[in-house]
Every structure is written in C-alpha cells, then in structure tokens.
C-alpha cells in the first residue's frame, strides 16, 4: 500500500515570497490534516478536511496560509506571504473516515520549509 | 482544553538499558493516547495507542506503555534499547466525540549509546 506523498522535501525562500505544498493521501482516506512543526516543538495541527469540507482550521493564520481539497484526493497547503517564523516542516497526514481512534492517522514525509 | 507534558527533551541510554519515556496528559474527559517515533527526515510513525480498553498497552518494535489515571501519565517504556530506537518519540492526546484532534507533547530526543 502506497503511503501518503508530499512534494517538495525541501524548500527554500526569501522572506515574502510564496510557496505551495502538495500532499497526496493514501487512497480511499477521506480525512487529510495538515500540520505545522516548529523545531524543538510538537506538530500543531493547520487544517483538516473531510472529503472536501473543511472540519477544523482554528489555528491556521489564515491572513497568509490557505488550503484547498477540491476534488477531496489531494491537497495544497499555500503560504504568500511568508515570514521567517514560517521556517518548519509542514507533515501531511490522512486517515479513514470518522473520530474512531482506531482511524489511525498516517504520516507523510514532509516538507522542510526554510525562509531566508 | 486537552494537552500532554513530556518530560525530559532528551534522554540517554545504553545499549540494552531500559527506556523510559515520560508523559502527563490532561483532558478534561478520558482521553485517548498515543506514542508516535519520528525517525530523522521521516514523517510520524504509530508506535501505540490507548483506547480505554487494557491498560498496559503493547506496541510495535517491544515498546509498551501503561495508562494510570490517577497519576495522568502514559510512560513509555522498553526493556532493552537497541541502536535502532534512536529517534525523537511524541506523546499525543485526542478527545473524544467530537473533539478528535490530536495534540502533541514537544517530544523527547532519544539517544542510544553503545
């Protein structure tokens, strides 16, 4: 079984440029999340979608970082403009439908975000 | 509100020492807890996970954990550490019913000396 995907690995930009990551789940996992992790730190939880729908993007500063899941497959997480406390690795996760915790959630690999 | 507290950032052991791995939660109701291991450059892998069933819960790679509410903690712990075990290991909470998001601890560095 295919893990989930996430394109880049690496990226690098100058302070105020735009970025965009990708994340591709495992097939038939209608739950995507998008974290955010801060060296040193735990990962915070972005976004998480259900199928389409957005369930909870409480702490996603949404005057810079935007999401979409338009086709409810894959997904792109977008930062324009980015700051210097943007720099993190940005880990996407999916898992099966519903708040069973048996619906494990599945890591990507991420992507490591620097910004200059 | 739910979270989990690791203590220690970093910890070392000998080869074949055991692991103990630190962690208190709070939540408000009975939580569900888990250990995941971040191996440099790779995404969160499940170690193990409670779900109010047992109490001593076994995982993968002879790691287990105990979940004792009166105390609020769910340690981790191994027997015997092995060179491979090194990695950064978190401690996360997620509520119930509704409240389904997890919330990590900051992790704890785990360093296997030889």
């Known amino acids: 079984e295919a893990g989930v995907a996430q394109s880049p690995r690496y990226k690098i930009i100058e302070k105020r440029q735009s970025v965009a990551f990708w994340c591709n789940p495992i097939s038939g996992h209608a739950t995507l999340y998008w974290y955010q992790q801060i060296l040193g730190q735990g990962p915070k939880l972005l976004i998480q979608f259900q199928n389409n729908g957005v369930v909870d993007d409480s702490q996603l500063p949404k005057d810079r970082f935007s999401a979409e899941r338009l086709k409810g497959v894959d997904s792109t997480l977008k930062i324009q403009p980015a700051k210097l406390e943007d720099s993190a690795v940005y880990l996407c996760?999916?898992?099966?439908?519903?708040?069973?915790?048996?619906?494990?959630?599945?890591f990507g690999p991420g992507t490591r975000l620097t910004v200059l | 509100a739910q979270s989990v507290t690791q203590l220690g950032s970093h910890v070392s052991v000998s080869e074949g020492a055991l692991v103990l791995l630190r962690c208190n939660y709070s939540s408000s109701v009975p939580p569900y807890l888990f250990w995941y291991v971040q191996y440099p450059n790779q995404g969160l892998q499940l170690l193990l996970k409670?779900?109010?069933?047992?109490?001593l819960v076994k995982g993968i790679n002879g790691f287990e954990a105990e979940f004792k509410k009166s105390e609020t903690s769910f340690h981790l712990t191994k027997p015997s550490a092995h060179m491979s075990d090194a990695a950064e290991y978190f401690c996360a909470v997620r509520g119930r019913g509704s409240n389904y998001k997890l919330t990590f601890g900051k992790g704890t560095l785990l360093t296997v000396n030889p």
């Open positions: 996760a999916s898992s099966l439908l519903g708040t069973s915790a048996r619906n494990e959630q599945f």
């Open positions: 409670y779900t109010s069933a047992a109490t």
